[in-house]
């Protein structure tokens, strides 16, 4: 089974207005870590945000929220006024504490995000 | 600066020529890690390393090697590439193992193999 799932393959928004990107996770562990990443044409991969478990507050980064739910295991990121610059490929990630020896990042498939002017 | 540098940013070989991918990191991090990226299945953990000399597989190793002669450095090498190796490769390093550390990757490298 998929450990994070993105159901969203590509999007569209206009300028200025918020979109969420959704994101669900499995896990049967009660401590881990939820990331966001964005990739732009250019390939890099760039940290966005992080929300932990047992963080009873939704985490923001400036115009970035996350939206973290945790009986329904979903953490969708909400980009908020979007931008031009937001176009590109935004990554979910989760890295759980047990048998993850490798401090791995899995990773869900990614959806692309494109703004219209 | 604090960055994880890979060379080269694009390869274009053939099938069966070796190729190293190198990834150097300067911030004295303990964990790195080879990531590759393919359409729809996002990022895959290929090798790990957790300090010199100790490195393990992740869950794609198969074609790939890797060496962590020094903390800075973890090579990625292809013995023998075939086409199912093209890919979007990244090199990752965290400081320390736990679900809160950020991870920082490197620029990528754009792999393709004819």
């Known amino acids: 089974a998929q450990k994070i799932t993105q159901t969203q393959p590509g999007m569209f928004v206009q300028e200025k207005e918020a979109v969420t990107l959704d994101c669900t996770y499995d896990t049967s562990d009660q401590s881990y870590g939820l990331f966001w990443y964005k990739q732009p044409s250019s390939g890099e991969m760039i940290f966005l945000i992080y929300q932990g478990s047992y963080d009873e507050q939704n985490a923001t980064e400036g115009r970035y929220s996350l939206n973290f739910q945790k009986a329904r295991k979903s953490a969708n990121l909400v980009i908020s006024a979007s931008q031009l610059g937001d176009s590109a490929m935004y990554f979910c990630?989760?890295?759980?504490?047990?048998?993850?020896?490798?401090?791995?990042?899995?990773f869900g498939g990614g959806t692309r995000l494109m703004v219209k002017p | 600066e604090a960055q994880v540098t890979q060379n080269p940013r694009y390869l274009i070989t053939v099938t069966g020529k070796k190729l190293t991918v190198t990834c150097s990191q300067n911030m004295n991090h303990e964990y790195m890690s080879w990531y590759r990226q393919d359409p729809g299945l996002g990022l895959r953990q290929i090798y790990y390393?957790?300090?010199?000399?100790?490195?393990d597989k992740g869950d794609v190793p198969e074609g790939y090697k890797v060496s962590r002669k020094e903390k800075r450095n973890f090579p990625l090498i292809l013995e023998s590439p075939s086409p199912n190796q093209t890919s979007l490769y990244f090199c990752?390093?965290?400081?320390?193992?736990?679900?809160?550390?950020?991870?920082?990757f490197g620029q990528g490298t754009r792999l393709t193999v004819v």
């Open positions: 390393s957790m300090n010199v000399e100790v490195t």
């Open positions: 990630a989760m890295r759980e504490p047990y048998n993850n020896a490798g401090n791995m990042l899995t």
């Open positions: 990752a390093s965290s400081l320390s193992r736990g679900v809160n550390t950020e991870a920082f």
